[in-house]
Every structure is written in C-alpha cells, then in structure tokens.
C-alpha cells in the first residue's frame, strides 16, 4: 500500500500468484528475469521500480541486483492496459509508449498471459 | 531519407487535409474562413464543413446534431446571405447545371438538419441551403462570401461523384485576399489530383483551372507583398511558412499522415479533408504554427513551395491510391507515425515500394533483415501486421469507450427504445428484476434523460452497469446519483466498491469514510476529516469499532470487507464478508465479493464456489460469470475459461475487459483459429465452439 500506482495492486497479484501451481509453471516456461521502471505519468518520471523474477518465481520492489533480462518503461495505465491484455506490447513499443532495454526475444516473452486477473468485488 | 523529406516537405506545402500546423494553409484557411469546431467527433457535422476551402462533400447520414455549436452563430448570419446567397445561386442556377445539382441531392444524403433559416425555394438546394447555414462558431470571419466561396468548392468536389465536370461559373466577388487565393490554387490543385485520381492529367488541370477561374484565381498566382486588411498577421505568417521548409517537425507532420490515412479508412476523399476541418479550430491552428514556426528556419519562397508541391503530389497520389486497410490509423497515434516514419514497415506493401522508388530502401530493407532474423519471433512479419490491426480496432473501439467514461462523465446508448416511454424508471426496475441488464440500463437510462434529479434512476442505472461488468459507467452513473443524493449509503458504498475495482484506492478510501460520516447511527464515530488525511489503519479501526456497536448490520461487515480489499488484507476481508453472508445470505453480490476476494488472494478453487452461489441466486449476474472465467484462467484451466467468457459476453456483449481476457485465453489454449471471430466479436461462432 506504499505505492500509489495501481500497478503495485497488480505486482502484488503477481506476487501471490507464484505460491501458485500456475505461478510455478511460469518460471518453467520462461524463466528469465524482467526490470519495470513503472511512472505514474509521463515515462521516465518519478518511476517505482520492481522486479518480476521468473526465474525463482517472486516479484520485489527495487532495481535488480543483476543484469535483467528485459528492461521495461512504461506509464501506471499503460502497464494495466498491457497485463489486461488491451495493449500490444509491440505495438506500444513502437510507438515509443513503452521502452525496452536488453534481449528482445526476451522482451516478447513478456505478454499479458503471464499475468492473472484481477477479479472485480 | 527521401520518406522524411516527402513528408515533411509535402507538410510545409499546400496539402489540404493536413493537420500538421506547418501547413500555412491550414492556419491561412481556417483562420480567415473560419474553420469547424475542434470538439467534434468524427461523428462530426457535415455542415461544419461548410466554411471552410476544401469543404468536403462528406454528408455521414447518421450524424448526430444533436451536438451542433453553431447555432448561435446561425442566428446572427439569418439577415445577410440571402441577397448573396440568391445571386449566386442564380448565377449557379443559369449557368445549367442540372447534373451538378444532381450531385448535390446525391452528396446531401443526410435528412437531419437544423431547420433552416431561409426561404429557398429551390427543392434541390434546399438540403444545401441548410448545411450552408448550419455554421460552426468563427465570428472574427463572417459574410456571405465565405458561404459563396465554400458552396463553389462543395460543387467542385461534388462534380467528380456525379462524374459532371466542373463548369466556371462566374460568380460574384468574392473579395478573396492574395492569400487565400494561393491557399486555394494550390490546396485544389493537390485536391483534384486526388479526386481525379482515376482520370488524366489534362482533366484534373482542366478542372482546376475551371474553379480557379471561376474564383478569379490567376493559376499562376504569387503572393505579393502588401498584406490588407485584418488578416494581414496570418497572411504574413502564411508568406513566411511558404518559405519556410522546415523539415523537422514531428507531431504535425506525423499528424498529417495521420490525418490523411485515417480519411482512407472511410475511403471519401472529402472526407479527409472534412474531418481535418473538424478537428482543428483555426485557434488550434494558428497556435500550433506559431510554435513551429519559430523551429523553422527560412528558405528561398518560390523554389522551395514547388519541390514541395511535388512531393506533397505523388505523397498524395500514393497514398490515395492504396487501399490498403494496413495502412489505417486510428487516433491518437502521432507518436506511432513519428517511429512509423523513422522505422517500421511491412516490406511487402505496395505502397511501401512505391516509396523505395523514393529511396526508401535502406530502412526497408534493413526491416526485412530484422524480421528474417527474427527479430519479431517466427511468424514475426504476420503475426506483427494482426497483431497491429487488431491494436487499431481495439483502440479505437477502446478510445470512444474511455474518452466519456474514463472522465467520469456517462455515456449514453444510442436508439434508446425506452425514450418517450411513460415510465421508464418503472419499467427498468422490472426489467433489472428480471436480469435483463443490459435492456435494464437502456430503460433506466431513459428515466435520466427525462429526470436528469433522479437520483434512484442514477443509483440503479449505476449498479446495473457494475453487475453487468462495467466500472466506468457505474462510477459515472453514480456520481450523478451523488450528486442528487449526496448522502444516501448505497450509493456512496458502491462508489467505494467501483473505485477499488478500478484500483483507485484513495478515491475508494474516501466515499467508504464518507459512508461512515452520513451513517445515521455510526457517523458520530467519524470525526469530520480532509479526505487526504485518510488512513486505511484508522478507519478500518473507525469500522471496527462500528462493528462492535452493532454486530448484526451487514453493512458494516460489507464495508469493512471492501476496505481490507484495498488494503490487500485478504484473510479479513474474506472473514468480513462470511459474517456478513451469515446475516444475509441470499445477497448474490456478497458472494460475488466473497469470492472476487479470494480469488485475489489466490484461492482460486474457493472463488468458483462463492461465484457459483452467486449464479444460483443470480443467474444473469455477467460480473460474476467474468469472474468465473477469471478464476479459471488463473488456474491455467483456459478452455473452461474460454467458456465462462463467452458466457458473460453472451450476456453483455459491452463487457470490453471480458473480450481482451477472452483473447488472452483463447490464445494460451492455442486456439488463435478463432482470433479473428474474437475480434470481430463474432458470439455466434464461439458460442458454438465454447458451450456450457
């Protein structure tokens, strides 16, 4: 709850969702180690970052004590729009919404199915 | 790069529809005829074209007037035009053109216009007298001679539907200054090019020269010095733009590619140059300009505005002649140009050759390198073309959803059955009864039409929309039944509970504290605080202690089970709501929140039980049946997933974040077979393949 983004909400999902069967099928099939530099408005302002490890299946907050596999910036809404499956990541990326650092065959590895969804009271 | 300077030469040149403010025309034009209103949608007023020189003849049918700006403005021009208008359509009318009004009739398509102000008898002109006069609001130009000017361009664009050549005509002075003359030659001369795209070269320089003569045009027209009148500043701005090449300029260039393959898309020439009419405003104009024009530098005039002219010319040409739907774009993409027209692009497109004429081939060919290489994965070059078509359609299905709601502001359906309905609130009421939300909202939204205080009608119509899997509208809704009732607990609870679906926790906070503030019984409890100084840790305490006062109110357990959501202490908010089941369980969406709260914290198998009660109470409850499909995708379970989708979409096929979840697990069940009925929305089709 430190964060106000509510990409945080999603990170934390995330986070429980490892302890899961599902979770741990993730770092089987992936298993490389993603950095977001998340900001809440315009890229590269007043990020947060954190950490999606799929290689031991855990999310942290923080720059990556490591080389990450991909390193993602993206904008909170833009972040939420990729995981929910309503914005292409390629296609963010090319229009400069999203930037990329790193492996891009590592980069396409990091699409909305990764992530679970959000239920809704 | 030749692409580069292609675009941005033909920008700073007399390219009409361009939106880019580097093209004087555009501030010329708009800001001495008077441009459209910039908040119009494309669904925007044929009529509002009407002022401007490339006044499209795009007449959509279905526009909706009910948004038109003008009609101050329309009162204050009832007087004048009519000793001008009836001269010019005299000298229209005798000149014979019979085919040309034949034209007219044919582009007027659209019946629903503003009554009109004048006493026309001519039955054939009658539609365009009212276009004519359904103006848009620019009162610093005004008279009849922009009205002449417009009605001649309108005929010369209509003369290529009806396929009747434009004839001269000689009209009255217009009063046409150095510059809109030029403004206009040239603009045209791009124009026909690309109406006439089909017929010969003498024929399109026959018709221009027959509107340029018409408007007493000199078709080899310079500017010259002196500037008169009031426009004399734009002029001066225009001049110097003539000159000024200024090959850097992102945005407006990419917007004027922008502009122009969006017109494609509705495959109406004067479409596009109406639609950039429309959204630019000649404030939006001359500002924009004025800014790039102090990035621009300046260059010999003449020699600089005729390479441009070309460029701009086969640019048009090229992209007028590709059909192409790859080559679409929806708004808001002047960033995607921007890269677009630095990077990226399917080395097979047609037009894509055509420009390796133009030296496109470096990057073209360095593409294509990427993509053999994989840059882009296996099927990389297809997969990325889908990929972005859909991209297109989902934004802007997407946009026109988030540009009403996401602002809290509601959007209203379309051809409501319920309008004139004597007592809709009743009636939706019923129907909600029933479960037929979706009718629901249309019946309840017609009582707010009609009661717009209503704040039952608001309230209900709020929390269709939430069962019914649609948080933006139900936060919409709701805030105008706060608005008519501001303290009524339902509404400020369901305000909470939308807010935190949405992840906006502080707002959440802030309607939960004020659900405690209004309570009759507990607000005593809630010192008067600033919503910023809301702490999750004292007002759950606040809650508790509620709790304590009054065990058996659910209400407070609901509260104090939506507030440990937001706060992601799930194993409490999970024992909240069972108390509150316990007290009442028959509560569908009690167990709908019940189980969402376990599915978040990953008890997933626990969820479809909750949900599953929740459907048994309910049977048409779409959030729940999203939910489902929710739990199951979680799970890995994507069949049964897929399923519950298609389920709730059945239900309501609005549900735009049940159709990217539906997407997303189609495709991890590897069934990409049916993507494209995804995206057409097609229910029928994976309703057969996806039973329940």
Known sequence: MASSLKSAALLEQMKLHFATEEGKKLTKKIGLVYQLNIAPKKLGVDEEIYVVDLKEGKVTKGPYDGKPDATFSFTDSDFLAMASGKLNPQMAFLRGAIKIKGSISAAQKFTPDIFPKPSKL | MAMRDLVTGGAACAVPGSSSSSNPFGALANAILGSSSKTQELKGLPGSAVNVPEAS??????????????SEYESQQDQRPDARTSEFLHGFHSTDHGGLAEAWDEIHRS???PPAQFRENEAHFEEFERVYNANPLQPTWDGPPQRVLSSVLHS?????????PFRPTALPVLGLSEGDKQCIRDRSCIMARHIFADKSEEYIQSQVNALLHSLDIDSNHQIRGSMHGPHSELEGYWNESQGA???????PVDGWITEFSQQRENDNPAAWANSFEQMHGANGWASEFEQDLKMGHMRDANLANLAAMEQSRMLAQTLGQNRDPKFQLS???DNWVHEFSKEHQRPDEKWVDEFSKLNMNDWV???GQQVSEGAFGESSADVWADDYDKYLDDQLRASKQRSGASRGVYVFSDMNPYVGHPNPLKEGQELFRKGLLSEAVLALEAEVLKNPDNAEGWRLLGITHAENDD???AIAAMMRAQEADPSNLEVLLALGVSHTNELEQAEALKYLYRWLQNHPKYGSLAPVQQADSLYYADVARLFNEAAQMSPEDADVHVVLGVLYNLSREYDKAIAAFQEAL????????LWNKLGATQANSVQSADAILAYQQALDLKPNYVRAWANMGISYANQGLYEDSIRYYVRALAMNPKAENAWQYLRISLSCASRNDLFAACDSRNLDVLQKEFPL
């Open chain 2, 365 to 367: 060919e360095e593409f």
């Open chain 2, 57 to 70: 003849s795009d007449y959509r049918p279905a526009a909706p007037l009910t948004t038109i700006p003008g």
């Open chain 2, 111 to 113: 019946p629903v216009f």
């Open chain 2, 471 to 473: 948080d933006q509208q």
């Open chain 2, 156 to 164: 010369f664009l209509g003369s290529d539907q009806a396929g009747v």
């Open chain 2, 245 to 251: 090449m200024i090959p850097r300029m992102p945005n």
């Open chain 2, 331 to 333: 708004r808001g993409t």
């Open chain 2, 582 to 589: 316990k007290i009442k369980p028959r509560d569908y969406s």
